[in-house]
């Protein structure tokens, strides 16, 4: 069945750090490939997502891009803030069931 | 924008009792979703439902129901409740076929 592996955490940068958090999945065909956001004391909220191979997803300075050969969804962004302390989750979905597979999700604290 | 509301953001309650958890979202969609998120485990998915009146199970189902009379209301319920059930709770929409959910803000329940 599908799965989606997130590197483990918690992660801790100083604002203005380069990050970097490791997806990889594991899903016959093609699936569509999300990265959701959850604020303290808040529900999830989508921060990117790609449908297809190579395509790249990107939001609030975000970037992640779809690699089929290496089954990856890789978060990216060259600068953080304090503002992006969250907890950080990769998921797998498909169209027929609507339905989406979640990594365990992995704490970012961005300290000033 | 897509507005899912959950009826309580904390909730206790007692060993044994029934637990109703509400789920109300405004934007006509036709999938509703119930997980629970619980550290080191990511999001797991209870139930969900693609239509009035039908359900189905998902990953971790024992111990709970659903139900769902009306498109925009979708409901959990604990038969009787259990400290092991003490968790965070969060509901979710989509469009039929369509991977992106929108969630709502979750209920954390503390079950004594």
């Known amino acids: 069945g599908d799965s989606v592996t997130q590197m483990e955490g918690p992660v801790t940068l100083s604002e203005e750090a380069f990050l970097t958090i490791n997806c990889t999945y594991t899903a016959t065909g093609y699936p569509s490939l999300f990265w959701y956001v959850q604020y303290p004391g808040e529900g999830l909220q989508l921060l990117l997502k790609?449908?297809?191979?190579?395509d790249k997803g990107s939001n609030k300075g975000f970037e992640a891009t779809y690699r089929k050969e290496t089954t990856s969804f890789h978060l990216e962004k060259g600068s953080v803030q304090v503002s992006d302390s969250a907890v950080y989750f990769c998921?797998?979905?498909?169209?027929?069931?609507?339905?989406?597979?979640f990594g365990k999700g992995i704490t970012l604290s961005v300290r000033p | 924008d897509v507005k899912v509301t959950q009826s309580s953001r904390y909730l206790v309650k007692r060993t044994g009792e029934k637990v109703f958890l509400e789920c109300v979202q405004d934007?006509?969609?036709?999938?509703m979703f119930w997980y629970r998120q619980d550290p080191g485990l990511g999001l797991r998915l209870i139930y969900f439902?693609?239509?009035?009146?039908?359900?189905e199970k998902g990953d971790i189902p024992e111990g709970y129901s659903v139900s769902r009379e009306k498109k925009e209301r979708f409901s959990l319920i604990l038969e009787s409740a259990s400290t092991n059930q003490t968790s965070m709770y969060l509901c979710?929409?989509?469009?039929?076929?369509?991977?992106?959910?929108?969630f709502g803000p979750g209920t954390r329940l503390t079950v004594l």
């Open positions: 790609a449908t297809k191979a190579d």
């Open positions: 979710a929409s989509s469009l039929n076929q369509r991977n992106e959910q929108f």
């Open positions: 998921a797998l979905g498909r169209r027929a069931n609507s339905k989406l597979t």
């Open positions: 439902s693609y239509d009035v009146k039908m359900k």
């Open positions: 934007m006509d969609h036709e999938n």
